[in-house]
Protein backbone atom coordinates (compact mmCIF):
# COMPACT_ATOMS: atom_id res chain seq x y z
CA UNK A 1 0.00 0.00 0.00
CA UNK A 2 1.40 3.21 -0.89
CA UNK A 3 -0.17 6.47 -0.47
CA UNK A 4 -0.25 10.52 -1.16
CA UNK A 5 -0.94 13.06 0.45
CA UNK A 6 -1.89 16.46 -1.59
CA UNK A 7 -3.25 19.63 -1.56
CA UNK A 8 -1.44 21.65 1.01
CA UNK A 9 -0.77 25.23 0.50
CA UNK A 10 -0.76 28.72 1.97
CA UNK A 11 -3.99 30.26 3.39
CA UNK A 12 -5.29 33.43 5.70
CA UNK A 13 -7.00 32.34 8.60
CA UNK A 14 -10.84 31.76 8.29
CA UNK A 15 -10.06 30.20 5.05
CA UNK A 16 -10.41 26.60 3.69
CA UNK A 17 -8.42 23.46 2.42
CA UNK A 18 -8.76 20.78 1.04
CA UNK A 19 -6.15 17.55 1.59
CA UNK A 20 -6.90 14.93 -1.08
CA UNK A 21 -5.04 11.15 -0.37
CA UNK A 22 -4.92 8.82 -2.86
CA UNK A 23 -3.01 5.46 -3.36
CA UNK A 24 -2.17 2.16 -4.93
CA UNK A 25 -5.07 -0.71 -3.84
CA UNK A 26 -8.54 -0.30 -2.67
CA UNK A 27 -9.27 0.83 0.60
CA UNK A 28 -12.94 0.42 0.73
CA UNK A 29 -12.39 -2.25 3.63
CA UNK A 30 -9.79 0.25 5.16
CA UNK A 31 -9.79 2.74 7.76
CA UNK A 32 -8.34 5.64 6.43
CA UNK A 33 -6.92 8.63 8.82
CA UNK A 34 -5.24 12.28 8.98
CA UNK A 35 -2.79 13.07 11.77
CA UNK A 36 -0.60 16.45 11.75
CA UNK A 37 2.69 17.64 12.99
CA UNK A 38 3.43 21.09 13.65
CA UNK A 39 7.24 22.16 14.12
CA UNK A 40 8.47 20.63 17.35
CA UNK A 41 5.70 18.76 17.97
CA UNK A 42 4.40 15.38 17.39
CA UNK A 43 2.34 13.99 15.03
CA UNK A 44 -1.43 14.08 16.45
CA UNK A 45 -4.69 12.15 15.80
CA UNK A 46 -6.99 14.84 13.26
CA UNK A 47 -9.83 12.80 11.41
CA UNK A 48 -10.76 8.93 11.01
CA UNK A 49 -13.10 7.04 8.97
CA UNK A 50 -13.42 3.39 9.96
CA UNK A 51 -16.28 1.10 7.77
CA UNK A 52 -18.61 2.36 10.81
CA UNK A 53 -17.71 5.37 12.29
CA UNK A 54 -15.95 8.53 11.60
CA UNK A 55 -13.71 10.20 14.27
CA UNK A 56 -12.15 14.18 14.53
CA UNK A 57 -9.83 15.20 17.62
CA UNK A 58 -11.53 18.10 19.56
CA UNK A 59 -8.78 20.49 17.84
CA UNK A 60 -10.78 20.14 14.68
CA UNK A 61 -14.80 19.38 15.36
CA UNK A 62 -16.95 21.47 13.37
CA UNK A 63 -14.33 22.98 11.02
CA UNK A 64 -12.84 19.77 9.56
CA UNK A 65 -14.88 16.98 7.51
CA UNK A 66 -13.02 13.70 6.24
CA UNK A 67 -14.69 11.89 3.61
CA UNK A 68 -14.00 9.11 0.81
CA UNK A 69 -14.00 9.64 -2.34
CA UNK A 70 -16.30 7.99 -4.96
CA UNK A 71 -12.98 5.85 -5.95
CA UNK A 72 -12.16 3.29 -3.53
CA UNK A 73 -8.56 4.72 -3.24
CA UNK A 74 -9.04 8.23 -1.75
CA UNK A 75 -9.65 10.19 0.88
CA UNK A 76 -10.03 13.71 1.78
CA UNK A 77 -10.28 16.49 4.71
CA UNK A 78 -11.89 19.32 4.37
CA UNK A 79 -10.42 21.91 6.40
CA UNK A 80 -12.69 25.11 6.83
CA UNK A 81 -12.66 28.32 9.59
CA UNK A 82 -8.42 27.22 9.61
CA UNK A 83 -6.78 28.58 12.24
CA UNK A 84 -3.00 29.59 12.51
CA UNK A 85 -2.89 26.80 15.01
CA UNK A 86 -3.96 24.17 12.44
CA UNK A 87 -0.40 25.08 10.53
CA UNK A 88 1.60 21.26 9.99
CA UNK A 89 2.60 18.92 7.86
CA UNK A 90 -0.59 16.61 7.74
CA UNK A 91 0.02 12.76 7.08
CA UNK A 92 -2.56 10.24 5.18
CA UNK A 93 -2.43 6.87 7.27
CA UNK A 94 -4.13 3.85 6.58
CA UNK A 95 -4.77 0.62 7.92
CA UNK A 96 -6.63 -2.98 7.47
CA UNK A 97 -8.40 -3.00 10.79
CA UNK A 98 -7.66 -1.27 13.62
CA UNK A 99 -9.17 -1.74 17.21
CA UNK A 100 -11.68 1.59 17.89
CA UNK A 101 -9.94 2.68 20.97
CA UNK A 102 -6.21 2.61 18.60
CA UNK A 103 -7.86 5.22 15.96
CA UNK A 104 -6.24 8.18 17.95
CA UNK A 105 -2.36 5.92 18.19
CA UNK A 106 -0.09 7.14 15.34
CA UNK A 107 1.73 3.57 16.17
CA UNK A 108 -1.37 1.63 15.39
CA UNK A 109 -1.16 2.66 12.17
CA UNK A 110 0.41 0.66 9.43
CA UNK A 111 1.13 2.69 6.24
CA UNK A 112 1.57 6.14 5.88
CA UNK A 113 1.39 8.75 2.92
CA UNK A 114 4.51 11.27 2.66
CA UNK A 115 3.16 14.30 4.16
CA UNK A 116 1.45 17.87 2.88
CA UNK A 117 2.26 21.05 4.02
CA UNK A 118 -0.59 23.29 5.16
CA UNK A 119 0.50 26.79 6.28
CA UNK A 120 -2.22 29.01 7.91
CA UNK A 121 -1.17 32.70 8.38
CA UNK A 122 -2.56 35.14 10.74
Known amino acids: VQLQASGGGLVQAGGSLRLACSGSGRFSRYAMAWFRQAPGKEREFVAA??????YYADSVKGRFTISRGNVDNTVFLQMDKLKPEDTAVYFC???????????????????WGQGTLVTVSS
Open 93 to 111: AADESIYPGHIKHRARWNY
Open 49 to 54: SSRREI
